[in-house]
């Protein structure tokens, strides 16, 4: 008898809640509250894009019963744009529907071979041009293939693409020296800086930061005496060191040792430059403090 019960008992708490549910999903909905998460170079979808697809779908959203809203329909529906990274939708308590949206952010624009234009974001994939916002990005051009999934030597190549474009966004001086980066047909990159007449044959993309810390190496140690504009190329593929051809064929060597050197003199200047402004920062800090009081 216990059993049949506490089986009775359980039954109609559980139909009581199915009502509970059912009467509350029936009330309408009072609003909507759009939420935007994107980086710093993402700005190509805003909330007016996301009302305009919820509308398009669900019709007049607020006083609208929440049980005829197709929450997975709509989501579906907002990840179908290329810039739209996920989206989820849920009602608070309030019967407030909240979206929220996360955009694919860019790393890299892109030109192919045959001039067709693209960006790329950190999981490589192909996102059409905004007319909204062009971002500042890594160029580069040449890219041998027009389709929108890769795989193979494409993919190779566009990871190399990413470890590349994600260096020189992490870097002010690059980021502000190299103009452009061409793909030549061996898959090789070959940049364009913005100061000097050379031109940086830079091999594949592999060990990147190394080869920009050799690079920034052979630029103070032998370009700033000798001056920007001596040199037809800059080659850094080479394994232990650096080849500046000079304008008139003369090459001039500079080797890994020297390269390690030269970088540690570099960090150990930013390091004392930091040290230095973090104590000019704590005096300020002080003084104003002592100001107050």
């Not at 979206?99 to 960006?119: H, L």
């Not at 192909?126 to 999934?149: D, H, W």
């Not at 870097?171 to 031109?199: C, L, R, Y």
């Not at 810390?213 to 650096?242: C, I, P």
């Amino acid at each position: 008898m216990m059993l049949v019960f506490w089986i009775g008992l359980s039954v109609s708490a559980l139909t009581l809640l199915i009502a509970a549910m059912e009467a509350r999903s029936s009330k309408p909905c009072k609003d909507v509250n759009i939420s935007i998460i994107a980086g710093a170079n993402a700005m190509f979808v805003d909330k007016g894009d996301v009302r305009n697809v919820l509308d398009f779908i669900g019709g007049k959203l607020v006083g609208k019963s929440m049980k005829e809203f197709d929450l997975s329909k709509m989501e579906d529906s907002l990840e179908s744009n290329p810039w739209v990274s996920s989206a989820e939708l849920y009602f608070d308590n309030n019967r407030v529907l909240h979206v929220k949206v996360e955009e694919r952010e860019p790393i890299a624009r892109v030109f192919t071979a045959k001039g067709n234009s693209f960006y790329i974001d950190t999981t490589l994939t192909r996102l059409p041009l905004s007319e909204k916002f062009t971002p500042r990005l890594p160029v580069f051009t040449g890219f041998p293939s027009e389709k929108t999934k890769w795989k193979g030597s494409d993919s190779i190549l566009l990871n190399q693409m990413k470890d590349i474009s994600l260096f020189l966004a992490a870097d002010s001086f690059w980021m502000a020296q190299i103009d452009q980066i061409d793909i030549n047909p061996q898959k090789q990159f070959v940049m364009v800086p913005k100061v000097g007449e050379h031109t940086i044959l830079f091999g594949d993309g592999a060990d990147a930061a190394k080869k920009f810390r050799k690079l920034y190496a052979f630029y103070d140690e032998v370009m700033s005496k000798t001056g920007w504009n001596q040199y037809s190329t800059v080659h850094v593929g080479f394994r232990g060191q650096v080849v500046g051809t000079r304008k008139d064929a003369m090459e001039i060597r500079s080797d890994t040792t020297l390269a390690r050197q030269l970088v540690k003199q570099m960090i150990k200047s930013q390091r004392e430059e930091a040290l230095k402004d973090t104590m000019h920062t704590k005096t300020v800090t002080t003084t104003r403090i002592k100001e107050q009081l």
